[in-house]
């Protein structure tokens, strides 16, 4: 089944593609045509949005854009679309042999938020060809599958201020669009996702090679990240874990069983570690008692994100942060062991006295 789809996929791109050389960076992209228009998702406005970008970074190319609008309106034919991407490849040439495209990087600082959404919708758009696919799962189970929105991931970088000393790790990465994002919003060392669902590491791939020849070709940089295949409790996949700074886990659907076994995971890690899930694995405001001293509620600090859209409902739920941070549970048991030895002091001074009492009236008595 996968295969067909991916078979179907080739056939249009090598029957029907417009390829385009970027002014920027001098790399080739193909655009799919027929363009693909349904309720949700129109191709051929996506389309004049990548070269609307284009004409930010370049003013010169407004007349190509203003052509292609005229075009698109017109519902032209492939073939008087084919002549206008020579034309745009041609400009694209001479801007380069003019040696101008060095200013159309600066430019790209002052743009750069704003492009980088729009390649991440291109890439998930032109990769996920179907999406209810993602919803193929065994019912019951902690496969459930849901997406953490652009919103969602940009609450996480602004509160987290992720650094080039850090480590993101994306524990059921999906199509992988979290950990694209971070790769290439932040600093972070590296960014790895982990999946071990069908359809979605199917996409993935697609999503991966799309990301890379879009980003090239507008010349944004992005930092090193993996898309790893399988199941991330797998021991293999524990040195990720360990190693991670940074942990990412939408847990809304997880069993209770495996949300208590990434418990005991994390109960290993550093001090500062930091994890953000969809469902809190402790309460903010959570008092520790003799009970829960020694589960993993108990080393953590947890904050609540800002509300976002999600997948999954149409309500604005929060993520979690969960700060790995033990002075809390040593200030609790210092207190138990300080509160302990008060009470021996205590008991040990009133034995004593009885014991002065007792002397002091059988001394008493017999000097009656």
């Known amino acids: 089944m996968i295969r067909d789809d991916a ?3 080739e056939e249009i791109v090598e029957k029907k593609s417009l390829k385009l050389i ?3 960076t001098g790399r080739r992209v193909l655009i799919r045509f027929p363009f693909v228009t349904n309720k ?3 191709a051929a406005k996506e389309f004049q949005s990548s ?3 284009i004409v930010k970074l370049i003013p010169t190319f407004l007349g190509n854009l203003q052509k292609l609008n005229e075009l698109l309106e017109s519902s032209a034919c492939y073939e008087a679309l084919l002549i206008w991407s020579r034309q745009f490849n041609y400009d694209a040439k001479v801007f380069r042999r003019r040696n101008q495209h060095p200013r159309a990087c600066q430019a790209l600082r002052s743009t750069r938020e704003s492009l980088l959404k729009h390649v991440l919708q291109v890439v998930y758009n032109s990769s996920v060809l179907n999406p209810a696919k993602l919803n193929i799962y065994p019912p019951s189970t902690s496969s459930v599958y849901g997406e953490t929105s652009t919103e969602m ?4 970088i602004n509160r987290l201020n992720i650094t080039s000393s850090d480590s993101f790790l994306d524990l059921g990465s999906g199509v992988g669009q979290v950990v694209l994002h971070i790769a290439a919003a932040t600093q972070c060392r590296v960014a790895v996702g982990i999946e071990c669902r069908e359809w979605p590491l199917f996409y993935s791939k697609a999503m991966d090679s ?4 879009w980003m090239k070709w507008y010349g944004i940089p992005y930092q090193r990240y993996e898309l790893l295949e399988g199941d991330f409790m797998d021991e293999k996949f524990r040195h990720y874990i360990n190693e991670a700074t940074i942990i990412f886990i939408n847990n809304i659907a997880f069993t209770p069983a495996l949300n208590y076994q990434l418990e005991e995971i994390f109960l290993t890690l550093d001090d500062g570690v930091r994890i953000v899930s969809s469902r809190e694995f402790a309460a903010p405001d959570l008092r520790l008692n003799a009970r829960n001293v020694n589960d993993f509620c108990a080393i953590v600090k947890v904050e609540s994100l800002r509300p976002a859209p999600v997948s999954w409902t149409s309500k604005m739920l929060p993520y979690f942060v969960h700060t790995i941070d033990r002075r809390k549970r040593a200030e609790y048991l210092a ?4 509160s302990s030895a008060t ?3 205590f008991k040990g001074s009133k034995n004593s006295q009885k014991k002065a009492y007792v002397c002091e009236a059988f001394t008493n008595g017999e000097a009656t």
């Open 51 to 53: 070269i609307r970008f």
């Open 153 to 156: 991931v940009e609450e996480i």
């Open 210 to 213: 799309s990301f890379r020849r």
């Open 22 to 24: 970027s002014p920027v």
């Open 335 to 338: 207190s138990r062991s300080s």
């Open 7 to 9: 078979s179907q996929k």
């Open 40 to 42: 949700s998702y129109n």
């Open 343 to 345: 009470k021996k002091r």
